[in-house]
């Protein structure tokens, strides 16, 4: 079980490292824009909405791995001060409701991505990109929560009832 906890993990860090990566991307997009709006009076139809179009996977691709450093936003009122069996309870529940709320999305956003891609779907701007394949990134990154909460779950689980903080 720890072996398959940490492929999800690992994968999930690649994913994160990909998403790190792609935000680079938009430094250079929104620079070519700036010089050739402002230096050469020659706006681009595509730099903003492509900006734009690469923040999307960006969060998303992140959030699973996110779970795992712990790196999301939290009510932790309660948990933060229960110790020993009732934090690892705590624990454990918040990464069901997580699971639950992944696989929600996951499932429900599937058609939705299906759809753009039999209709071959664009942005309708006067750019008017591809969409449809930015569309699967929802139910795969909301697959990886999913996986990735259950995982975290499993590691508190099988943490040594000693260990506090399991999920580091």
């Known amino acids: 079980m720890q072996a398959v906890c940490a492929t999800i ?8 490292i990909l998403a790190a990566a792609i935000i680079f991307a938009v430094v250079p997009m929104l620079l070519y824009e700036v010089v050739a709006r402002y230096a050469f009076d020659a706006p681009t139809v595509w730099a903003m909405e492509a900006s734009t179009l690469v923040f999307g996977p ?12 712990r790196g999301h936003v939290a009510v932790d009122i309660f948990s933060e001060k ?6 690892r309870a705590l624990d454990v529940f918040a990464c069901l409701v997580i699971a639950v709320f992944a696989s929600v999305f996951a499932v429900v956003s ?20 591809p969409i449809w394949w930015l569309k699967f990134i929802v139910p795969f990154s909301f697959a990886m929560l999913f996986l990735q909460a259950l995982a975290e779950a499993a590691m508190t689980i099988l943490a040594p009832s ?7």
Not at 9 to 16: E, K, P
Not at 58 to 69: D, T, V
């Open 9 to 16: 993990t690992g994968i999930n860090r690649l994913l994160f």
């Open 82 to 87: 229960a110790q020993g069996p009732t934090g």
């Open 58 to 69: 960006h969060f998303l691709l992140a959030g699973p791995y996110l779970l795992h450093l």
């Open 162 to 168: 000693g260990e506090e903080g399991a999920r580091s």
């Open 110 to 129: 599937w058609p939705l991505a299906v759809n753009a891609y039999a209709l071959g779907e664009t942005s309708f701007s006067a750019w008017n990109p």
